[in-house]
């Protein structure tokens, strides 16, 4: 039995349940570091909303877990998979990829990053040539680049590849005119396409 | 009289070439993400929304509108064209519009589809014209015990009518508001839920960190999960022959679409409701009524009529809170009245008098893009169906490069992206368990506006909850309060309800 199966509904939803009920108690602990009372004399302590918000989150999962007990609630008894093995590998992989692209993210910077994650995604999951795949991750992080630090004026992560950005930099805010400006940016954009293109053809 | 010269001054600054141009640009981002399986309004508004902070509110405001609403025409697209809902708003619009593609009458189904949602969203934004200002203008009375007592009715309408389990609801609720609440508190100043000292909690969880994280990360869970990365198609033919025959075929759905816009538009402005409950109302409500009520669900075009005149419908009847009260109808709009935050604007009845070009070009670019939406979704129609042969596997991982970005942009902080995908994670698991995840993303919206209004309105009082109780001191927020509390309580009288006619009728 694979552990998919293992894990039915009825498993996950009682093991969610108590999950949440103890992140309510943690809440709850947690906001008591502030004052939780109130009264008519003193003004609300900064602890009080949230201590209750938390307590009244804890007792919605102590009544989900009593219907799960009597049997109440669709969950307590469908003893079906939580997620099937086909897409438990699709749900598992996307989100290491995920944690991984944002690790990266922090050291590497965005755009290299993404490349990475880009053509790992597609090489995973999609049947696509290479040569496609490669322009597509290499494509993808010029067009974010293009739209976030141009036209947007929003700088994203870029870690240790920063340095490689400034001569970039330099012909942004350069006094370069702005149909210069445009070749540039047609050109960057298909010179990867054409690159892959030739080089797909010679080692044919 | 006065509401036409505004109405007026509104389209024109709709028609603004600024404005126009991203209007009819937003339409086709919305019928795009709409006819993609798994994406909807919301999806769009979420993941959208992080690029508007460099043009002015209007137009932005007008942008996302056409996202929203482009999303309610494009939805039809692919629950005709693969039997799949391009967006939950269009589940309905599966019963007949797939049998109708089966039969090989697509295009019918198409042209209905976008029809229906032209004539349910230009009515909607008639009553919406007519009931904004007056409504705005009793607004403008409400203070701060009043605009609390509608946010717990706000918060009750989810439970009352909601459908779904009721613990799991209220939870929902409270983990949004208690995420509203990290960071600064707002009177004493004091830090709170700094989770391990981390500094990036001190300006608490923008919403945008939720919204991304839920109905961008968790959606393209969902969705690879029901896809696997894969879709089929049917068959399609275009011929102007077609489309004729698909406007004759309209005549008789003249009261699909009566009902479709004027229920539509009311179940709308309910906060819980929106458009996904207004257009399987209306469907159902259509069938009932129908003289030929068995050819439902074997392809009739007054079924395709029913739900897209609705969701269309809904969508603008859900902006009408918005607006008037700050209360949002919609997930959707509970997004774009966070958006209005960030923008530097308070939303409520205020905007009218402070920000009338702001709320009359929305208005004004909701008639305009109506029309917009009509033309580009039947001229684009091929161009659609290429868009759909897009393998799921390579659009997942270019919205998880815009939920990234959009994550990060905001706050330029890594710390929240690391949430959005805890959110984004957690989120899937929850919906998978059938927790709601709507309320959490309107409360925690919501959540600062309300606990202001709440300590506003206990200051006012000297500290005593009486305040929203009074009848002769405070009416309406007595009024809004005691229907809440009926609103929260009605679901424990569901069973009872039930027991009791299951008895009647054995007796």
């Not at chain 1, 108690?25 to 947690?30: G, R, S, T």
Request: glycine letters at 10%; hydrophobic letters at 55%.
């Amino acid at each position: 039995m694979s552990i998919t199966n293992k894990i039915t509904v009825k498993r996950a939803e009682i093991a969610v349940a108590v999950i949440l009920a103890l992140c309510s108690i943690a809440l709850m602990i947690k906001s008591a570091e502030n004052r939780i009372t109130w009264n008519a004399e003193e003004n609300m302590g900064a602890g009080f909303l949230p201590f209750y918000l938390s307590l009244g989150m804890f007792i919605c999962t102590i009544l989900t877990i009593i219907k799960f007990v009597l049997k109440r609630s669709p969950q307590s008894k469908d003893d079906s998979p939580f997620i099937d093995a086909v897409a438990f590998k699709f749900i598992a992989v996307t989100i290491i990829s995920l944690v991984v692209l944002v690790l990266a993210i922090g050291y590497l910077g965005i755009y290299f990053s993404l490349i990475f994650f880009l053509a790992f995604y597609l090489r995973y999951f999609s049947e696509k040539s290479i040569s496609f795949i490669t322009i597509f991750a290499i494509t993808t992080p010029i067009l974010t680049f293009l739209f976030f630090e141009w036209m947007l004026k929003i700088p994203l992560p870029q870690g240790v590849s920063e340095p490689l950005f400034y001569p970039v930099y330099d012909f942004m805010y350069g006094g370069f005119s702005f149909a210069v400006k445009m070749i540039f940016i047609i050109l960057t954009v298909l010179l990867p396409t054409a690159l892959v293109f030739l080089t797909s053809r010679f080692i044919k | 009289m006065e509401t036409v010269g505004f109405l007026l001054d509104g389209i024109f600054t709709s028609l603004q070439w600024f404005n126009l141009a991203l209007l009819i640009f937003g339409c086709l981002i919305g019928l795009f993400v709409g006819a993609m399986p798994g994406l909807g309004s919301v999806n769009g508004v979420a993941i959208l929304i992080p690029i508007t902070f460099i043009i002015p509110p209007t137009a932005a405001i007008i942008f996302l509108a056409a996202v929203y609403y482009g999303a309610m025409y494009g939805g039809a697209i692919s629950s005709v064209m693969l039997g799949i809902p391009g967006a939950s708003t269009a589940v309905a619009t599966v019963f007949d519009g797939r049998p109708l593609a089966v039969k090989g009458e697509a295009m019918t189904a198409l042209t209905a589809a976008a029809v229906g949602s032209f004539v349910g969203g230009t009515v909607s934004v008639i009553l919406f014209t007519l009931f904004a200002p007056p409504l705005a203008e009793v607004a403008l009375r409400f203070n701060a015990p009043e605009t609390f007592a509608l946010m717990v009715m706000a918060f009750a309408t989810f439970v009352g009518l909601g459908g779904d389990d009721v613990p799991k609801t209220i939870f929902s609720i409270l983990i949004g508001l208690a995420l509203s609440t990290i960071g600064l508190d707002l009177i004493t100043g004091k830090p709170r839920l700094i989770f391990f000292n981390i500094p990036g909690f001190l300006h608490g969880i923008n919403f945008l960190v939720l919204a991304i994280g839920i109905y961008g990360i968790g959606e393209m869970l969902w969705t690879l999960e029901e896809t696997k990365g894969k879709v089929q198609m049917s068959k399609l033919s275009v011929n102007m022959k077609e489309v004729g025959r698909a406007f004759g075929a309209l005549k008789k759905t003249i009261m699909a679409m009566n009902i479709g816009s004027f229920l539509g538009f009311f179940v709308g402005i309910l906060p819980a409701a929106g458009a996904t409950p207004a257009s399987l109302m209306s469907y159902g409500i259509t069938k009932q009524l129908s003289k030929n009520s068995k050819e439902f669900g074997d392809g009739v075009p007054a079924g395709v009529v029913a739900p897209e005149c609705a969701n269309n419908s809904a969508s603008t009847g859900s902006m009408l809170p918005m607006l008037t009260l700050g209360i949002p109808g919609s997930p959707t709009t509970a997004i774009l009245l966070g958006g209005m935050i960030l923008w530097g604007l308070t939303p409520g009845p205020l905007l009218f008098t402070q920000e009338p070009e702001f709320v009359w070009g929305l208005i004004g670019s909701l008639y305009i893009a109506n029309f917009f939406t009509l033309v580009l979704n039947i001229a684009l129609i091929p161009a659609f169906l290429m868009v759909l042969r897009i393998p799921f596997a390579i659009l997942a991982p270019v919205i998880f490069v815009l939920c990234v970005t959009g994550g990060y942009a905001p706050t330029q902080s890594l710390h929240d992206v690391w949430l959005m995908l805890l959110f984004g994670f957690a989120g899937y698991i929850l919906r998978k368990l059938d927790y709601p995840v709507a309320p959490a993303v309107l409360s925690i919206v919501l959540g600062p506006l309300a606990e202001k209004a709440l300590r506003q309105s206990l200051i006012l009082s000297d500290g005593s909850m009486g305040i929203f109780f009074d009848v002769s001191e405070k009416p309406i927020a007595a009024v809004i309060m005691y229907i809440a509390i009926v609103l929260l309580i009605m679901p424990a009288f569901g069973p009872l309800y039930r027991r009791f006619f299951k008895k009647k009728q054995t007796a």
